[in-house]
């Protein structure tokens, strides 16, 4: 599968659509579309992983940099539609403890509000 990146506006937030593999090649591309949301004044943003069917760990450090600026300017990152070999990294890694995860891009918009 190509890699390939979608921004959208969610109910409320930013939606950025992910598909393809995150790794070395293509982690670059999806930290600067985030970058590029952040910077755009986006403060809630959800990561749609549900086409994404590996993901090393420069994809895994991207998004924990998202995590970070986005708390910094008292925002908030949710990640959707994590499939079970993507899961297994921010299980290992103690990062799903940090960064919410949800089944579908709807349930993390509705645990919004309810986010710390």
């Not at 959707?80 to 940090?98: C, E, I, L, N, Q």
């Amino acid at each position: 599968m190509d890699f390939a990146l979608t921004t959208r506006p969610g109910r409320v937030g930013t939606v950025v659509e992910v598909a393809g593999d995150l790794d070395m090649s293509t982690t670059p591309q999806l930290r600067d579309r985030l970058s590029e949301v952040v910077e755009g004044g986006a403060r809630v943003v959800v990561v749609d992983l549900a086409d994404v069917g590996f993901m090393d760990s420069s994809g895994l450090g991207a998004l924990v940099v998202t995590y970070k600026e986005l708390r910094e300017r008292d925002g908030w990152l949710g990640l959707a539609g994590v499939r079970p070999p993507v899961r297994k990294v921010f299980s290992v890694t103690s990062v799903d403890r940090v960064i919410a995860l949800f089944d579908t891009v709807q349930d993390a918009e509705e645990a919004f509000p309810a986010a710390p």
